[in-house]
T-cell receptor, first 117, second 113 residues
Framework: DVKVTQSSRYLVKRTGEKVFLECVQD?????MFWYRQDPGLGLRLIYF???????EKGDIPEGYSVSREKKERFSLILESASTNQTSMYLC????????????????FGPGTRLTVL | AQSVTQLGSHVSVSEGALVLLRCNYS??????LFWYVQYPNQGLQLLLK??????LVKGINGFEAEFKKSETSFHLTKPSDHMSDAAEYFC???????????FGKGTTLSVSS
């Protein structure tokens, strides 16, 4: 089974702190994603990566950066945390597949609930 | 552009009743469609997926969904629900032009005894 793990389930930080959220997957997936989830807004894509050292902005990249130095690990960085970044953060991975289309099925980690005070 | 609409942000049913969660999609190409479930304080878990084989898809925990191209719908059903089905459910469509999934805003299912 695919396993996606996230470094923390719950995190409390102060405004202005630099925050690192780590995600690791063990199925050799090429694609990895970071989402934030807020009530009534569903899942919003922050960034995704389709290969080592490659990244693409999602719908809401402002205030975030990412790093992918190894295939299995994808980090989300909040350079200077703010209270409006209090949210549930979900990491996911998917297999790129072969041919013109892949299924794009994504496998999710358990989430990190971040509170910024 | 692809999009997903989940009708009803909150659905309440009695235990043992039929569950129907609605999802409509917009896509210019044949889509792949997914239903995910999220239990409180957990990540998303795949319930079922449609990948252009059979239009009636069976998933885990007794859930199933039917792909109806003419109605651009992929509604999720379960004949008889349980208290343990109380969760948030997300419908998603695959965008063939990228690696992304497009998610609906979710439907919270409440089950009363």
């Amino acid at each position: 089974d695919v396993k996606v793990t996230q470094s923390s389930r719950y995190l409390v930080k102060r405004t202005g702190e630099k925050v690192f959220l780590e995600c690791v997957q063990d199925m050799d997936h090429e694609n990895m994603f970071w989402y934030r989830q807020d009530p009534g807004l569903g899942l919003r894509l922050i960034y995704f990566s389709y290969d080592v050292k490659m990244k693409e902005k999602g719908d809401i990249p402002e205030g975030y950066s990412v790093s992918r130095e190894k295939k299995e690990r994808f980090s989300l960085i909040l350079e200077s945390a703010s209270t409006n970044q209090t949210s549930m953060y979900l990491c996911a991975s998917s297999f790129r597949g072969r041919g013109s289309r892949s299924y794009n099925e994504q496998f999710f980690g358990p989430g990190t609930r971040l509170t910024v005070l | 552009a692809q999009s997903v609409t989940q009708l009803g942000s909150h659905v309440s049913v009695s235990e043992g009743a039929l569950v129907l969660l609605r999802c409509n999609y917009s896509s210019s190409v044949p889509p792949y469609l997914f239903w995910y479930v999220q239990y409180p304080n957990q990540g998303l878990q795949l319930l079922l997926k449609y990948t252009s084989a059979a239009t009636l898809v069976k998933g885990i925990n007794g859930f199933e969904a039917e792909f109806k191209k003419s109605e651009t719908s992929f509604h999720l059903t379960k004949p008889s629900d349980h208290m343990s089905d109380a969760a948030e459910y997300f419908c998603a469509v695959s965008d063939p032009r990228s690696t992304a999934l497009i998610f609906g805003k979710g439907t919270t299912l409440s089950v009363s005894s």
